[in-house]
Nanobody, 120 residues
C-alpha cells in the first residue's frame, strides 16, 4: 500500500541546482533513514547520500560539499538538495527509505526513480 514517490528531477545546466524529494504516500507513514542512489547511463548503481535515523548524513566523495540530504517539515518527506551540478551527475536517482507506520517498522521501500540530466 505504501509508495515512495520521487520528484524534482529534470534538465539543468552545469552549476545549477535541483531538489529531489522522496515522499511516502500519506502522512500516516513516516520516513526514517534514507539512502539515495543513482545510476548513470552505462554505469552501475552507486550510493550518493544517506541520512540516518539520528540525522547524521554521509555522502559519496563525488558529491561532498554539493549535495545535502535532509528531512522535510513533514516526516513523510526527505529531500536531496543538489547544488553545483555537473554533467557526471546525470543519472536516474532513487531513494531507499525505512518506512514506519506510526511507530511500527514497516520495511524498506524504493522510490520509482527520477531522471536528473545536467547538460548545457
Amino acid at each position: 500500500q505504501v509508495q515512495l514517490v520521487e520528484s524534482g528531477g529534470g534538465l539543468v545546466q552545469p552549476g545549477g541546482s535541483l531538489r529531489l524529494s522522496c515522499a511516502a504516500s500519506g502522512t500516516i507513514f513516516s520516513i526514517n533513514a534514507v539512502t539515495w542512489y543513482r545510476q548513470g547511463p552505462g554505469k552501475q548503481r552507486e550510493m550518493v547520500a544517506a541520512i540516518s535515523s539520528g540525522g547524521s548524513a554521509n555522502y559519496a566523495d563525488s558529491v561532498k560539499g554539493r549535495f545535502t540530504t535532509s528531512r522535510g517539515n513533514a516526516k513523510n518527506t526527505v529531500y536531496l538538495q543538489m547544488n553545483s551540478l555537473k554533467p557526471e551527475d546525470t543519472a536516474v536517482y532513487y531513494c531507499n527509505a525505512e518506512i514506519y507506520f506510526g511507530s511500527i517498522w514497516y520495511g524498506e521501500h524504493w522510490g520509482q526513480g527520477t531522471q536528473v540530466t545536467v547538460s548545457s
